[in-house]
């Protein structure tokens, strides 16, 4: 069974239409499996590693870092069952010169999007799996009020990227706005970048404007075309996958993924032997080694089982 996308909130093709990362992998991304495994994955007690890195960059020393976290684990009542759950989330600040408004725009996005999603996980009498990406989706959305007013309010521009994960089970529900990424490591399968940039560049490519290769110098490159706060509504791009035990997800901004290339996120991101604080760290760590001048942050989230 493919991949869904979450048609009712969501305007990109369906997640099985994504291309995976070329050279790295061969399988298109793949739903549940045809065999009994994931029925007995179920069954496993498993749990979320997860780890975090952040860094200023080589070249933002004099000044507030501008990107945003979140990595919060809990449990939560749904579809009446006591569920397991993690919300992270990646915020990029992308003001026009003026850094304090860059951490101004991703600290309000993150707080209304942590807000607006723990209350609904805990106050809902009536809380679903149909309804966790809503409630995902519409946190965004109030992110994006919460910026857009601030912005009126201070007369400044003020823009966020925003990528974010709602993990329950082996269930992953994943948004974004800008050019913060997501992406899935599976050994079979390799590395997947789930979200689609919201860039000029990007959508170049998209259009055969430009290659790959040319996009990641063009000077548009970070300019977006959809970003949390530069409007009053915002259309939110939502996806849906499964989770198998070992899968690890990447959440990060573009200060690591310009100059950590996808060859070397996956060599990171396959190494069993490593935690995901010390997956986190080693990209951030290759980050700097490659130049990187802008802000970094990574969160990678291990679905791993329990052992004795």
Known sequence: MKEQQLQSECE???????????????R???????SPLRRW???LPLRLDVGTAWHQGEGRSLGPNGDRLIALQGSCICSERLLPFGLFGVADGLGLGDRAFDLEASSLAIQALLHFVLLGLAGSRQLSEE??????VEGVRRANQAVYLRSIETCAYMVTALTAALVVELTAYIVNVGNSRAYRYRERE???????????AARMVETGVLTSEEAQHHPERRQLYR???SKATVDVDC?????QVDDRLLLCSDGLWEVVQDAQLLEILCRPSLSSAEVCNLLVTTALDNGGLDNISAIVVHVAPITA
């Open 190 to 200: 390799g590395l997947v970048q789930i979200t689609r940039d919201h860039s000029l």
């Open 41 to 43: 994955q179920r069954d």
């Open 227 to 229: 970003g949390l706060g």
């Open 131 to 136: 309804l966790l990406p809503k409630l995902l």
């Open 239 to 243: 996806f849906k996958l499964g989770l």
């Open 12 to 26: 990109t093709p369906l997640l099985a239409h994504l291309q995976a990362l070329p050279g790295l992998v061969k």
């Open 28 to 34: 298109q991304l793949s739903g549940r499996s045809r």
